[in-house]
């Protein structure tokens, strides 16, 4: 299904997409290297906040928060009075990434479960005393020239640097990721290329509904082609 969508210019270097919208929640596309909620700085602006108020909702609120490398969906509630209808929203919904990563696995799918306990800068697997976390891998195209993978993965759990932290141990780190990086000697990158691409849930009319972005432009450029799910 195709939806509308509409583009807005949230300060002069930062713009955003509305890729749904309904009365109780809208979709929006984060930009990458822009926090999605306020930080400690209260003088750092940030992503709902700039949205918020081009929009004039002073409830603005965000459900999920895409770390500040990670650009993609946004799901954010317009009123405090359905929080809890869209946490479950966004629990119960699919939610698939894209990312480009270093190395060319032998593998084409992987589920991979594990445990994760949270740290301070990063998180851990650990053998216990960790949350359940599982990932569906997929990689949809190779580039042995630039030495990366394309790939999209689908978390059955939302744990925090999820896709970060399993694509390390699996030996292929998200690349640009400036924590989980395997080479201490890689090549600044532009940013870091994982991205939220597709969400797909049952709205509160009951109906199935599945928004995704375009692919970033960056994503093409990095490998020299165009690239397709």
């Given at each position: 299904m195709k939806y509308l969508t509409k583009k807005i210019q949230l300060s002069e270097n930062i713009s955003t997409t509305i890729l749904f919208e309904c009365d109780e929640f809208l979709l929006a596309e984060k930009p990458a290297g822009i926090p999605v909620h306020e930080t400690k700085d209260p003088n750092r602006?940030?992503?709902?906040?700039?949205?918020?108020?081009?929009?004039g909702l002073s409830d603005l609120r965000?459900?999920?928060?895409?770390d500040l490398g990670t650009s993609g969906i946004v799901l954010l509630g317009k009123t405090h009075g359905n929080n809890k209808e869209i946490d479950l929203l966004l629990k119960e919904a699919e939610k698939e990434y894209i990312f480009l990563?270093?190395?060319?696995?032998?593998?084409?799918?992987?589920?991979?479960?594990?445990?994760?306990?949270?740290?301070?800068?990063?998180?851990?697997?650990?053998?216990?005393?960790?949350?359940?976390?599982?990932?569906?891998?997929?990689?949809?195209?190779?580039?042995?020239?630039?030495?990366?993978?394309?790939?999209?993965?689908?978390?059955?759990?939302?744990?925090?640097?999820?896709?970060?932290?399993?694509?390390?141990?699996?030996?292929?780190?998200?690349?640009?990721?400036p924590v989980y990086s395997q080479s201490s000697g890689e090549k600044k990158e532009i940013r870091m290329y994982l991205h939220s691409f597709r969400l797909c849930f049952t709205d509160f009319q009951g109906k199935k509904q599945c928004v995704e972005t375009e692919i970033p432009k960056e994503f093409d450029n990095r490998v020299k082609k165009p690239l397709s799910i």
């Open positions: 602006m940030d992503f709902t906040r700039l949205l918020a108020s081009k929009l965000t459900a999920n928060r895409l990563c270093q190395g060319i696995p032998e593998w084409k799918e992987k589920r991979f479960e594990c445990f994760i306990k949270d740290g301070n800068k990063e998180v851990k697997i650990v053998r216990s005393g960790g949350k359940k976390a599982i990932t569906e891998f997929r990689i949809l195209s190779t580039h042995s020239k630039e030495n990366l993978s394309f790939g999209m993965a689908k978390i059955l759990t939302g744990r925090r640097h999820q896709i970060r932290v399993m694509l390390r141990e699996l030996g292929f780190s998200v690349l640009g990721d």
